[in-house]
């Protein structure tokens, strides 16, 4: 994913001044995050989502319950596409760094 928007990214700044509506705008992406991975993607008191914001600058939304007949939960990123490339490694860092419960690391 961060590889793709990177791309993207590079090949929009050789494009010149004009500027697409998503990059006016910004992005905003959905991600299907396993459920028992949401606790460590928030982190005790929220410590941990507050510091992936704060050091990408995205706004990050998790969702309070997993998806109907799921058990996967929706986290909306959204920002530049810079602060979103930043906010999608951490989110990747600390989901590898803390694999689904049931699952060998």
Not at 67 to 76: D, Q, R, Y
Not at 80 to 87: G, I, L, N, P
């Amino acid at each position: 994913i961060c590889k793709t928007l990177e791309g993207r990214e590079r090949r929009d700044s050789r494009d010149g001044p004009e500027r697409t509506r998503e990059q006016e705008e910004g992005l905003s992406l959905n991600l299907l995050v396993p459920s028992s991975q949401c606790g460590a993607l928030i982190g005790k008191e929220g410590s941990k989502i507050t510091e992936i914001r704060e050091f990408s600058g995205a706004t990050i939304h998790v969702g309070r319950e997993s998806l109907p007949g799921s058990s996967e939960t929706s986290v909306k990123v959204s920002g530049s596409r810079e602060e979103v490339t930043q906010c999608i490694y951490h989110i990747c860092c600390t989901l590898l760094e803390y694999p689904p419960k049931g699952e060998p690391r």
